[in-house]
């Protein structure tokens, strides 16, 4: 019904939609490597580095998969 108002032009294309994407790789890599954030300093608010550095890519990820989502939906 509505197919004939979208043009090309306004729709992204498969590259663009697989570079977003790519974004959600980010949370792989940031987690992937304990070694690297297995460690008690820098604390926040009295919480070891290890458990807020994971619960801060709980956050982004959300964030990350919301912005994915509009930007592939749309």
């Not at 498969?14 to 977003?20: F, Q, Y």
């Not at 954030?37 to 580095?49: D, N």
Request: charged share 10%; proline share 7%; glycine share 8%.
């Amino acid at each position: 019904m509505y197919a004939g108002l979208v043009s090309e032009q306004t729709t992204p294309s498969n590259k663009t939609r697989t570079g977003w994407k790519l974004l959600l790789v980010l949370p792989y890599l940031g987690l992937c490597f304990p070694q690297v954030y297995a460690r008690a300093t820098p604390e926040l608010f009295g919480f070891p580095f290890f458990y807020w550095y994971q619960f801060a890519w709980v956050i982004l990820t959300a964030g990350m998969l919301g912005l994915v989502y509009k930007k592939v939906k749309y």
